[in-house]
């Protein structure tokens, strides 16, 4: 396995795309064909619209598939119309919180100030928090992608207790490679950007950095993921479309685990 905690982690972000049927039919989808392989040391996890997360809580097994929310304000009640706090999600089980998603950043304009705070509450309040980060096609092309990730990985995990890092989890989703027209990154591209972003986690926290798992995101397909998870730093995969379809989310599964050595066949 590559990841240093031992697991291989992958899942997907849901975005609006499934109703609440339609979820609950594909976590169904997801056991059948998912059961036989061996947890741990694979991770899995699912990020359903938020009509569907009660649903889909109750009927994911957590021995097979973990359950997040794409989002969460810091305020745990208040006068915030449209958003949903912690001790909603605690209730009805969700496992995962994700923070800073490029959509979120782009289209409704959140601040990394913002992204910090809902880092806080999530890790303060017992969730895995799985933290986005990456540049636009801009940036990289003017060259500043490292200091781009470096500046929102520093900035979102600002202030975070040292307690709280083995919740964390770092997604690294560059902007020119997600959605429909995204450019999947080629695994030498991802795997030294993991590196800039593993070394910022050691500046940040040199005691406990190595335990925080970093995940690739973007146009990951059944043709690149081994590759990607060939490298020394990609600790798992955050997947986009490829992985709404429960037969293909298995098949990227069972070549990325065969090229690991974890199955056979």
Same mark, same amino acid.
């Given at each position: 396995?590559?990841?240093?905690?031992?697991?291989?982690?992958?899942?997907?972000?849901?975005?609006?795309?499934?109703?609440?049927?339609?979820?609950?039919?594909?976590?169904?989808?997801?056991?059948?064909?998912?059961?036989?392989?061996?947890?741990?040391?694979?991770?899995?996890?699912?990020?359903?619209?938020?009509?569907?997360?009660?649903?889909?809580?109750?009927?994911?097994?957590?021995?097979?598939?973990?359950?997040?929310?794409?989002?969460?304000?810091?305020?745990?009640?208040?006068?915030?119309?449209?958003?949903?706090?912690?001790?909603?999600?605690?209730?009805?089980?969700?496992?995962?919180?994700?923070?800073?998603?490029?959509?979120?950043?782009?289209?409704?304009?959140?601040?990394?100030?913002?992204?910090?705070?809902?880092?806080?509450?999530?890790?303060?309040?017992?969730?895995?928090?799985?933290?986005?980060?990456?540049?636009?096609?801009?940036?990289?092309?003017?060259?500043?992608?490292?200091?781009?990730?470096?500046?929102?990985?520093?900035?979102?995990?600002?202030?975070?207790?040292?307690?709280?890092?083995?919740?964390?989890?770092?997604?690294?989703?560059?902007?020119?490679?997600?959605?429909?027209?995204?450019?999947?990154? $080629?695994?030498?591209?991802? +795997? !030294?950007?993991?590196? #800039?972003?593993?070394?910022?986690?050691?500046? =940040? @926290?040199?005691? /406990?950095?190595?335990?925080?798992?970093?995940?690739?995101?973007? $146009?990951?397909?059944?043709? +690149? !993921?081994?590759?990607? #998870?060939?490298?020394?730093?990609?600790?798992? =995969? @955050?997947?986009? /479309?490829?992985?709404?379809?429960?037969?293909?989310?298995?098949?990227?599964?069972?070549?990325?685990?065969?090229?690991?050595? #974890?199955?056979?066949?």
């Amino acid at each position: 396995m590559t990841s240093r905690s031992g697991r291989l982690y992958v899942g997907s972000n849901l975005k609006m795309y499934k109703t609440n049927r339609q979820t609950v039919e594909y976590i169904d989808q997801i056991h059948t064909l998912t059961g036989d392989l061996p947890r741990p040391p694979l991770q899995l996890f699912i990020l359903p619209s938020y009509t569907a997360l009660a649903d889909a809580c109750r009927q994911a097994d957590p021995d097979l598939l973990w359950v997040g929310a794409q989002n969460m304000h810091w305020e745990a009640e208040g006068p915030f119309t449209g958003e949903v706090s912690a001790p909603m999600l605690r209730e009805i089980g969700v496992k995962i919180v994700m923070a800073g998603h490029a959509e979120r950043r782009q289209i409704f304009s959140e601040t990394d100030e913002q992204v910090n705070r809902r880092v806080h509450a999530a890790l303060a309040n017992g969730f895995i928090t799985l933290l986005c980060i990456g540049e636009t096609q801009s940036e990289r092309q003017a060259g500043r992608s490292e200091e781009r990730l470096r500046i929102q990985l520093t900035a979102g995990l600002k202030g975070i207790p040292l307690d709280q890092l083995d919740q964390l989890w770092v997604a690294y989703e560059p902007v020119w490679s997600i959605g429909i027209h995204g450019t999947p990154a $080629s695994p030498e591209i991802a +795997n !030294a950007m993991h590196t #800039v972003i593993r070394q910022t986690l050691v500046d =940040l @926290f040199p005691s /406990r950095q190595g335990n925080i798992p970093i995940l690739y995101g973007g $146009s990951v397909t059944p043709q +690149n !993921a081994a590759d990607l #998870v060939s490298q020394p730093e990609v600790d798992g =995969l @955050f997947i986009g /479309r490829m992985a709404w379809d429960a037969v293909n989310f298995n098949r990227i599964l069972r070549v990325v685990l065969h090229r690991l050595g #974890v199955i056979s066949g």
